[in-house]
């Protein structure tokens, strides 16, 4: 029996999920503290020419608020399921998929890595094409300090290589798929992040993320997220959304745009200085008012991603006009 409260949470979602909610379980990890599984859920159109909207979260133990919003979304999701045509017509059409905890072993023992000392944003066989910020960047000096990359040329951890074979089955094979992965801790603001983190070069799918993010600004001019390329704060090895947008690459001419939600807990310190005195309290609401408003903060983000997601035909850039997206993305992101 485990008792970590996130998992508990989930698997009571689980367990009241409507019947047309797929949920799998992806192995289990271990930790001193017990066995735990990581789940994924699934729901719409199960076809591989569906749209797919991603989320994850808990990838990083010690920001649990990230889980938290996620497991909120699904609960949102589920009640609403009974009653909202407008959702099902959606999924009809498309597919919602989630990892909402990605790192149990690591949440239970209230570390940033998982059980063996490895960052999984660190893990990946990516190496930055210049210098990282030391230690935060990325190291193979020991498991016992942060942002360790685990051993040179062993496989990725568990959790790793079950995030990425559900990516690859359940996004790569569709004609656009939006990975939205959910973080906590740097900065005053919430942050949209998108790749690369391993280099200031552009992606190849700039077009693609400036229209989405032209879209987003003009529904919601009053939004809150800072929009930009992760590389413009930090430059990381290993980086686990930098390699899955490389291996779709690779394979395929498929649009995968894989995005990080970092929320800003530096404004939550801010407002509540004691926070500073634990660590958990360094990325995560400690205050019940704050926490509740960070739940419900971000449903408009994933409302506007799921109708992006499912009418991505009326704005994904087109021969005649990418280019020219393309110079824009440039001019707003990348002047020196
Ligand atoms: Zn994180």
Request: zero cysteines.
């Given at each position: 029996m485990h008792t970590l409260p996130e998992l508990q949470q989930l698997e009571e979602l689980i367990a009241q999920a409507p019947a047309e909610v797929t949920v799998q379980t992806h192995g289990q990890v271990q930790a001193t503290q017990g066995t735990y599984p990581i789940y994924s859920l699934s729901m719409g159109n199960p076809s591989s020419n569906a749209a797919v909207l991603g989320f994850f979260g808990g990838i990083h133990g010690l920001e649990r608020i990230g889980c938290q919003i996620l497991l909120a979304l699904l609960g949102s999701l589920f009640v609403r399921m009974r009653w909202d045509s407008s959702l099902h017509y959606k999924l009809q059409n498309m597919r919602l998929v989630f990892m909402p905890l990605l790192n149990p072993a690591g949440m239970a023992k209230g570390w940033r890595s998982n059980a063996h000392g490895v960052d999984l944003m660190r893990n990946a066989p990516v190496e930055a094409g210049q210098r990282v910020p030391f230690l935060l960047g990325g190291h193979r000096i020991s498991r016992h300090l942060p942002w360790y990359r685990g051993e040179i040329n062993a496989p990725m951890a568990k959790e790793n290589q079950a995030l990425c074979q559900f990516v690859a089955e359940q996004l790569f094979q569709s004609p656009l798929s939006i990975a939205l992965d959910c973080h906590s801790g740097f900065g005053l603001r919430d942050r949209l992040w998108f790749p690369y983190a391993h280099t200031q070069q552009p992606i190849p799918h700039l077009a693609e993320i400036y229209a989405l993010s032209q879209?987003?600004?003009?529904?919601?001019?009053?939004?809150?997220?800072?929009?930009?390329?992760?590389?413009?704060?930090?430059?990381?090895?290993?980086?686990?959304?930098?390699?899955?947008?490389?291996?779709?690459?690779?394979?395929?001419?498929?649009?995968?745009?894989?995005?990080?939600?970092?929320?800003?807990?530096?404004?939550?310190?801010?407002?509540?200085?004691?926070?500073?005195?634990?660590?958990?309290?360094?990325?995560?609401?400690?205050?019940?008012?704050?926490?509740?408003?960070?739940?419900?903060?971000?449903?408009?983000?994933?409302?506007?991603?799921?109708?992006?997601?499912?009418?991505?035909?009326?704005?994904?850039?087109?021969?005649?006009?990418?280019?020219?997206?393309?110079?824009?993305?440039?001019?707003?992101?990348?002047?020196?």
């Open positions: 879209l987003f600004q003009e529904s919601y001019p009053h939004h809150p997220y800072l929009i930009e390329p992760q590389s413009r704060q930090y430059i990381t090895h290993g980086d686990i959304w930098d390699h899955l947008y490389q291996q779709q690459l690779l394979h395929s001419e498929r649009v995968f745009l894989p995005l990080t939600l970092e929320l800003g807990s530096w404004l939550w310190i801010k407002k509540n200085p004691r926070q500073l005195f634990s660590l958990g309290g360094l990325f995560n609401p400690v205050v019940p008012h704050r926490e509740q408003r960070v739940l419900r903060k971000h449903l408009l983000l994933f409302e506007f991603m799921m109708r992006a997601v499912h009418d991505a035909g009326r704005w994904l850039p087109q021969q005649a006009n990418r280019a020219q997206l393309q110079q824009q993305a440039l001019q707003h992101w990348y002047r020196q």
